[in-house]
């Protein structure tokens, strides 16, 4: 636990608290009598999450209405973000798992590593406090706010806001392939108006893929993104 220690850049005075983060549920089911799962730290550290992102965004953007802010947090915090920042830390190689879970690449699952990464949240909240939990996690924030490509655009309610002008207009958005292994797949979207393809999307999740075809398609219609 020495060298994850040192990747999070802290210290664990009471060390159960990180090994509970550590614990998946699928090693815990197998081992009866061993730490509990990490779900209940995952709930706590999500929370935690929520509070210091809001603040952190509140006052970085002071000008920024309500919609736009909880837009631009739910960006930050999604499963593709937050799974990314796990493996910044290598989170996935310290994980207690199931032999199923373990076979099957699971430690590399995004969800998996996003419910990590808030259960290690919950981990430092716990043992340091606030402060020290921000610190952490404000790590991560900050840098993917400046360096977000996207802005932090949501493009499908861009265009769902364009579209919904002529009610007799509908978009449509369907996963046409995947590809890659369970713990690094890749979503195909096609987005159709009514029957018209007018944008295509190849993501890390059907959410990412959906959001890159609504980008083309605004594109298409010349829309600045």
């Known amino acids: 636990m020495n060298r994850l220690e040192k990747r999070i850049e802290y210290s664990f005075k009471n060390p159960v608290y990180l090994e509970e983060a550590l614990t998946h549920s699928s090693y815990a089911n197998e081992n009866p009598g061993s730490l509990p799962c990490n779900e209940r730290m995952e709930f706590l550290g999500d929370a935690v999450l929520q509070i210091i992102s809001a603040e952190y965004l509140f006052n970085r953007f002071p000008h920024m209405p309500e919609g736009r802010l909880t837009k631009l ?85 861009m265009l769902q806001e364009i579209i919904q002008q002529n009610p007799d207009e509908t978009l449509t958005y369907t996963v046409v392939g995947t590809s890659g292994p369970d713990h690094d797949k890749r979503f195909d979207v096609e987005l159709r108006l009514n029957s018209n393809i007018i944008g295509k999307g190849h993501g890390t999740s059907k959410k990412n893929a959906e959001q890159l075809a609504a980008r083309e398609a605004l594109e298409l219609m010349g829309v600045e993104v």
């Open 73 to 157: 947090r739910s960006s930050l915090v999604c499963t593709q973000s937050l799974s990314a920042f796990a493996r910044e830390i290598d989170l996935g190689s310290y994980l207690k798992m199931g032999r199923g879970e373990t076979a099957s690449g699971g430690s590399f699952r995004p969800s998996v590593l996003e419910d990590a990464f808030e259960a290690l949240i919950a981990a430092i909240y716990l043992d340091g406090g606030m402060e020290e939990a921000k610190k952490f996690v404000l790590r991560f924030l900050t840098k993917e706010v400046e360096n977000h490509h996207t802005n932090f655009r949501d493009y499908k309610s």
